[in-house]
């Protein structure tokens, strides 16, 4: 990776199919500049190879490895930095095919996620005996991962909750509590997994923005110089905080998102981008 | 209902279908001076009538009337205390067929709960824009009212976020983070309603101990001398903390459930009963 480096929210380049304008160009005119790009999102649904196709999808030059997500991020973790003893490695997932995909890719071997086994209700009394007892867990289970799981139900986040009675290490994807979509907000991964959290009475380590365990994960697979690279993004609690705590060398607010000027020209802001534009496109000046 | 009156943990009484000792000659010893009882618990998911018919079957003898469940407490808080005017007073029920019969009971519509339309995966994109934009909704929804709920899913929680976002009133049968199952600890009700209470970023009105909202219920059902009234349970947290709170004359731990002596003995314990005995039965002599 070179030394000058912009790390992207994904959400500042489009918003469902809609390309913002001069995305491409602005694109192409960074890595013309010799910068590294890095694409950064908070969604655990989608893979890198899932958000591969949706750059090819819509004309953007972009690399599976220049995308980095929270899913990935958690895989990274768990492979290289968390890097328990094999066989007890293996992740209870409660989440989509993205975190499967990235577990994979990191060979972390794991079960639950979309295993459609686990899509049922829970059987009373016979499952709450099982799971007490242990004979509905494996042993080898050494971590639970939550990401969004839009099949998030009692009998996965039962069985997720007695794996960290008996120890296992807590992490989650991300903890966003919303999901923008359809013009409002709906449960994001944060609320799918507070089910677990709650019972529990903790909080898991987030491997997404704006928690510095994703910083550490990025640099664990790119090595890069923190002082000249600029995060980029439309959310300040998340993107904007992230670049900030990470001692990034900028922050760069783009205004197509949740976040408005006002926000942080506020009197008393807390989390304050060293520059805004209104849309990516306006880099090109 | 007399003046002098007991209220009683539920849980104190058996534990599964093991009754505990000398329970049943106790309650007649109670009754036999005058007191009136009132079993109280936090358990959402059976309905009155339900828990007469496990009172009929350990041979105890109780009244239906004299159970007082939180979904109980939430239908008479919804119909007598919060009283919306109709049509608008439609409650949609995250939680069991005890929520819905008690609901019945006290005459509150409902939509929701059991109703196996909404036990399925949520489809994308279509269920999101209806959810948006109001087709998959009920105009008269003005309650959302949160159980444990072994059938709890994203297609319910996304609907349920959708009424908040829209002003519905929003309240819980109770709140309790865990239930003992099975020698061990499995998602209580405060677990499975914490994704809507994640994605909305504030707490519902708990309709259970030790939320005094419970204790305005029992007082809209009955009338009776909260200094003559005493609260015996087995959590100090819940039923110690609500007597206290509700300043009732007494309060009695009993230690057959998860609190023990050293938990109100110990320096600096908050939640302190004025007095206790190891099992229910003690209080025979």
């Not at 007890?88 to 995909?101: M, T």
């Not at 709450?128 to 639970?144: E, R, T």
């Not at 002082?227 to 439309?234: K, S």
């Not at 008393?268 to 000046?285: E, I, K, Q």
Request: net charge negative.
């Amino acid at each position: 990776m070179s030394s000058s480096s912009t790390a992207m929210r994904i959400g500042v380049l489009w918003s469902g199919d809609h390309l913002y304008p001069k995305v491409a160009e602005t694109l192409e005119m960074l890595r013309s500049k010799g910068k590294q790009l890095v694409f950064v999102t908070n969604n655990s649904t989608k893979s890198r190879a899932d958000y591969k196709k949706k750059f090819d999808k819509l004309g953007i030059r972009a690399e599976v490895d220049e995308v980095f997500g929270s899913s990935y991020s958690a895989a990274v973790y768990i492979a290289r930095i968390l890097n328990l003893p094999a066989p007890k490695n293996k992740v209870f997932v409660l989440g989509e095919s993205g975190v499967e995909q990235e577990l994979e890719s990191e060979g972390v071997p794991y079960i639950g996620g979309t295993d459609a086994a686990y899509r049922r209700d829970i059987r009373v009394p016979e499952d709450f005996d099982n799971i007490s007892n242990g004979n509905m867990l494996d042993p080898d289970v050494g971590i639970v991962l939550s990401g969004l799981d839009f099949h998030s139900n009692y009998l996965k986040t039962a069985i997720a909750f007695q794996y960290l009675q008996r120890g296992a290490v807590y992490l989650a994807t991300n903890i966003d509590s919303t999901l923008p979509m359809s013009h409002t907000l709906f449960p994001g991964a944060g609320a799918s997994g507070a089910a677990l959290e709650r019972a529990i009475g903790r909080a898991p380590l987030s491997l997404g923005k704006p928690s510095q365990a994703m910083m550490d994960a990025v640099e664990g697979k790119f090595r890069f110089d923190r002082r000249r690279t600029c995060m980029v993004g439309d959310r300040l609690n998340t993107d904007i905080q992230f670049g900030i705590d990470g001692e990034l060398g900028g922050t760069l607010a783009v205004l197509t998102g949740v976040s408005k000027e006002e926000d942080f020209l506020a009197e008393g802001a807390t989390t304050v981008p060293m520059a805004y534009v209104n849309t990516l496109g306006d880099l090109m000046g």
